[in-house]
Every structure is written in structure tokens, then in C-alpha cells.
């Protein structure tokens, strides 16, 4: 389809533009930026109906050639003229390996299985996708290395520190920085060594002689959590004063309020005391019992647990109940599968096959105590309303880009129609428009009554959504808490699966499947994904990397010795941004 040259009118200039109707608003607005220097997202283009969207189709527009459209928006603050690129355009088949891996949307290193280490291997994709950690690894120092920062350097080249095969945290932080610059699968050799050397466990032989055995994810998940909570400190601000914090009780790390209570009918007569307590977790556990059918089902039962201790009235043992419930959040939240147990009948780690769902967007809430939840749930449900109010608007706007482009269809189709009709013809149809047009009875015609247009109605929408999210930021300025590490909203998005296959801990395999960043402004806003926009996984199979779509990660919910999920790394949701 030829293009078709209009004319666009913006702050008393005048621009001639070539249009292509087979193109869209968005295209559009950035021949308008090379012309005006005004960014696409700051330009309202007025046309018939309102304002010109990215997603909608030039060939809508219906434009005549010379036709003039206006525009209003002014460059945004730090913008700069166009002109010759401060640096030459390179392009892909000119990049170093580095380059290309460090691209947006490029495949992501993959690690090479040494030997029954893909346990290893998924439990450093997974850690790797906390781009949190990523940034702090990158700045940390070993205390102990002083003298030595010329051997410590050399970690800069990708050789590794010395120091990095005695500190786990050291040779992470090496790792991850030679990951970020290939695009190949590497030998995790220096972290294998440090691992085995701070762990002797992870050292066991098989017992077949063949080599090292396969050990469990969730170990070795727990234990380089430890390490690095011991090593990895960093400067926390918090209510003006700041102070030095492990990284991972700072985003990682959640705290329990538990109550434990004699059951014993003789204690409950005496009214023994309860014993009230607070514990620091890394993980919530996921019990799998034989009515387990969804996730919130198990970690609510792991919530709550018997237990024999000594009781004080009783002076013997007895049963007690402890309950527990979460009273800090962190902003990444790790739930464990329990599914292997040990089997005495032949000496192993069994694994439960029972089938487990589980959701993209957890909201723990009923986990939390009640003051925490007086916090929690104003936020949560203010968060809801704005995605709502949000997808109201989008989905208005779809249907508003339907019904013009069937508008324009009926009036294209019409206007071929008359142009076929022979002069009496054309005669003879105006005569009886003019007839059904005149009122017979002579009754007077009542006025149309006025109606809001769509622009009119999405303009109140979205005034009514930026008035929510002041309202928002409102209600978390009053729970007094600035802490980046903890979820202000009960609801939590899912970054991570670490899954197993096979029928027990000591065999099978393990991967890693981790989410990709969005590419679009909407996933830093807490928002939903708007329709259509399915989400992107990488799948990390050791050093073969895969991408794939999120309904993959629906099958994951076991029920077999196929891949069944873990770990679930979640993060809690960003909340929307005021405009």
C-alpha cells in the first residue's frame, strides 16, 4: 500500500510527513521525534475520536493525501537534538562474545554438568535470576583479602581469585561474572571446588565407585544461602539512621511469631501458659499430605506442627501443637516442596509423587499474622483495584480500535457502492433518504440527548486510576515501613522453579527454570500483563538453555517422575508507579 503524505501541525510548524498504512500509531511517533525531538511517550496526536495510540492501525485513520493532523508535547527534560551518533553503530556480527551475551534478550550462559552436579547447576540459575545478589556480588570484597588484591583481581579476567577457592561468596560473584560474558555453557569448576571444600558433603563418592553422587537441590540451596548470609553485608537505610546488614536477612530472610500449647487434657484443665516465640526462616516448607492438592493447602500445614517436649506440670513429656505465622515478608520468598522422605526399606531418599499445583501470583496473606495483615491487606486489595481499573482501560481502548476500524470498513464499503450507481440511480436513492429523513406526522424532532464520548470516559478513568495510586503510596507511608527488602503487599510473582525428575533425591535429574525481565514498561509497574502478552522462561538444563512459554511451567506440578517443581523462588510484586 503507497504511503500517503499528510501534513502534521506542532508548536506553529508545519511537518510534512509519508505515512504507511500498513503501520501503526507507535511508527508514527518516532518520524514525529526525528522531526520535533519530542519523545513518543510525551506526544498526543489528535484525531477523530481522541488521541492517537501506538497500537493503532495507520490504514484506520482513513488519511487523505495533504490531510493535517496536530500535535502537542514538548521534549522531555535532558533530551537532546538529534544528530551524529556520539558512538558508531556496531552491529552484532562486529560484537566480542561479551558484547553479544550482554544484550537484551540474549540466550543466557548455561552450565556444564561435571558429574552428577546438575543439583548445582539449577541452584545457580535460580540464585543468578536475583539481580539483587548479581549487584552485590559484584562490589564484595573478602575481609580477609587484604594484601592479596592483586591475586583478588584477576577474578577480573575470569580466572578467579585466589581467594574465591576459599570463599564461596568470592567465587559466586567470579562465576556470575564470567556467565554475564558468554553465551556458551561453562564448567563451574572454582565453585564446585569452594563448595566441597566449605561442604565435604557435597564430596561424597557414589556408592557405585562411579565417580561423585548426586546430592539434593534444596541442600544445596540452604547451605550457599548460609555462606553467603555469613559473608555478603551491605548498608541498610532504614527510618534515616543507616547500619550494616547480611544481604540475604535483608531480602531473603522472613520472621515467624509462633505459640506452642500443651494438648494434654491434664494441662488444659491447670491452664498451663502457652510458650510465645519469634524465629528468622529462608523458606517456607510446602508438607505434601494426602489431601495436599494446592500449594497454599501444604504450607499452611507446615505452618502448623506437633511436637514432644518436656511439660513443666506435667513433669513428663507430652504432645504440644506449635503454630507459627509470618510477621516480616522478604521480597524474595522461597517455598520447598517436601517431597523426599527417607525410606528404611531401601535405604534412600523417596520421593512423593503427589501432584501439587501451584500459582504465577501467590498472595500469602492468611500466612501472616493479624497486625500484619491490618498492613497488608488495604495495600493488597488498593493494588487490585488499580490492576482492574487499569485493564478496564485497555480493554476499552481495544474495542474503541474495533469498532473505528469496522466504521471505516462500513463507510469504504459504502462509498464503492455509490460510486457504481448510474446518475438516475444515485437520483432516485437521495429522493428517498430525503423522504425517510422528513418526519410524516410533522411532529417535531427531540433533541439528542448528550453523551460522553470514549476519550471523555477513559480520561475520567485515568484520572481516577493516578487519584488509587496516590492512595496507595498513602497507605504505605502510613504502615511507617521504607524497607526495599520486604513485600508491602502480600502478593508475590513467581521468578524461579528448581525441578526434579525421577523417584528419589539420591538419582534423577535436576533443572532450573527462571523467568525472563520483560521487555515492556508494564512489568515494572505491578501491573497484570495485558492480554495476549504471554510471559517468556528460560529453561536451564544444565549447559543446554531453552525458551519457553510460561504454560510450561503449568506441568510442573509433579504427579510422576517426570520434572516436578522443588523450589519456587517468588518475588513480590513492584507496585504501580505514580505517573
Known sequence: MASIPIIIKHSGKRHEVELDPTSTGETLKYQLFSLTGVEPDRQKVLIKGGQLKDDTPLSALNAKPGQTFMMMGTPGQGSESLGRPKEAVKFLEDMTEAEVAQQAGATPAGLQN???????????????????????????????????????????????????????????????????????????????????????????????????????????????????????????????????????????????????????PAVIEVDEEPIESSDIFFKLDCHIGKETNHLADGIMAGLEEQIEKQSPTLERNALYTKKSRIARLPKYLTVHFVRFFWKRETQKKAKIMRKVTFPAELDVVEFCTEQLQKQLVPVRDKVREIRKDELDVDRSRKRQMLSQQREEKQKNNESEAGESLEPMQKKKAASENKGKASDKDGDTTMEEETFKTDAEHEAEKLAAIKVAKQELYDLVKQNGSDDSGTNQSGLYELRGVITHQGASADSGHYTAYVKQDSKSDDAQTGSKRREGDDSKWWWFNDDKVTEVEAEKIETLAGGGETHSALILLYRAIDLPKLD
Open 114 to 264: 561435571l558429574g552428577n552436579t546438575c543439583y548445582l547447576n539449577s541452584t545457580l540459575q535460580t540464585l543468578r535470576g536475583i539481580p539483587e545478589l548479581q549487584e552485590e556480588l559484584q562490589k564484595y570484597r573478602p575481609s580477609n583479602s587484604s594484601g592479596q588484591s592483586g591475586l583478588s583481581d584477576l577474578s577480573n579476567f575470569g580466572l578467579g581469585g585466589l581467594d574465591s577457592t576459599r570463599d564461596l561468596a568470592a567465587s559466586l560473584r567470579d562465576l556470575f561474572r564470567q556467565m554475564s560474558k558468554t553465551q556458551e555453557g561453562i564448567p563451574p569448576l572454582m565453585f564446585l571446588q569452594a563448595l566441597r571444600t566449605v561442604f565435604p558433603q557435597f564430596a561424597q563418592r557414589d556408592r557405585n565407585g562411579h565417580g561423585y553422587a548426586q546430592q539434593d537441590a534444596e541442600e544445596a540451596w540452604s547451605q550457599i544461602l548460609n555462606q553467603l548470609r555469613s559473608k555478603v553485608t551491605i548498608t541498610d537505610e532504614n527510618g534515616g539512621s543507616t547500619s550494616q546488614i547480611s544481604f540475604v536477612d535483608k531480602y531473603l530472610a522472613g520472621q515467624f511469631e509462633s505459640v506452642i500449647k500443651c494438648d494434654d
